[in-house]
């Protein structure tokens, strides 16, 4: 069967500042989610959160971009907002920012990761005898959040030893998506291993690019989907971060989780954080945990889901990064953050100009533009002109 799994996140209130959702608005959402799986929209479906989003993740044979399933999702959502705003939550609905949505949700706020496949899951099936995959949620985040440590997992040898094998070796099809045209979709697509440099020229500005999908070349099949879009684009001015959301199939002809997870070792810097304005080092923590690290330390949590031939979760989930082997890395994050955040203000440690836009801090910056003024009888740029040429007499 054609199996899609949808990956749907919202951040529609939070406790005590952008913290975590109430338990009532989660379960809120996991209650509206068995309805759909009792009314057969849905086969299976798990719900927890990251920080103050709540992220549905769900199989169902409806397809990407499906109506249904993005307003069972949407419907979801508005009804924990009503819970955050009977109770006085902050930011109630902060990410749904259309009245009702057209269609699928994409552009409405929420973040959407979406992959559809051939499932078969039997022991003849040449590419996926088993069907394994995570969900990566991080909050606090910029869009680009993921592109270093997915650019490892899929394309570096001393990330990823599953490339020195014959089908990974094959190399795997970056589709990056430029976030500042905002005419629509603007999407290129390279190749790794040959396209190795200019893939990283463009990642490494994690603010305007962002992988949105990667596929395999040996098998054309899609390895992974991440919601990449800037809710600052789609808002006009700053409602909240992206807070992306991915997800990630992996094991046999794809990465395997252990190497997939292992950039995260890094706890590299992102933009995001507080205000949405910083710089901060990305911590792995275990799903359903609240922000409360100083300046809203971004976290990424990471979910490990099986799939029976019905479309059906594995019972359980693996917690990929709840476990003490990851407690070093949170050290890490913690000491990382500290240096950062000792430099305050200035230059790295706060988001440049250009993503501070869209923010208060536009306005604070723009009054002090607007009131600089040419000194009287100071340097020219007529005359620098005329010096340089030597027509100066
Ligand atoms: P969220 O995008 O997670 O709501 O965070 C907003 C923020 O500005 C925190 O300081
Ligand atoms: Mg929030
Ligand atoms: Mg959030």
Known sequence: MDLTISVLKADVGSIGGHTKPSDRMMDAVRAAADRAIKDGLLIDAYVGHTGDDICITSTHTRGDNDERVHQFAWDSFIEATEIARQYGLYGA??????????????????????????????????????????????????????????????????YCAGLMLPRLGDGFTFNIIDMDNTDGDSLISLN??????????????????????????YSGQTAAAISATRLHNIAGSYTGKDDPVAVVRNQGIFPAPEELISPYTKAHFIGGDARGSHVMPLMPVAINTAVTGMYCLPLVSCVGFSINGEGKFSESSTDFFDNPAWD???????????????????????????????????????????????RANGHQPAEAEAMVTGDND
């Open 93 to 158: 609905g902060q990410d749904l920012l259309v009245d009702a949505p057209s269609g699928n949700i994409r552009g409405a706020g929420p973040a959407v990761a979406e992959i559809t496949f051939d499932h078969d899951p039997v022991k003849t099936n040449p590419l996926r005898p088993a069907e394994s995959f995570f969900v990566l949620a991080a909050d606090k985040c910029g869009p680009g959040a993921y592109n270093l440590p997915m650019f490892l997992g899929f394309a570096d040898p001393m």
């Open 192 to 217: 790794a291993p040959e396209d190795y440099y200019k893939i990283t020229v463009l990642l490494r500005d994690n603010e305007r690019f962002a992988i949105e999908s990667i596929v395999s070349r």
């Open 328 to 374: 070093y890395t949170r050290q890490l994050a913690q000491e990382k953050g500290i240096a950062m955040r000792s430099q305050g203000w200035s230059g790295a440690a706060m988001l440049p100009y250009g993503e501070l836009e869209y923010s208060g801090f536009r306005q604070s910056i723009g009054d002090l533009v607007a009131r600089f003024a040419i």
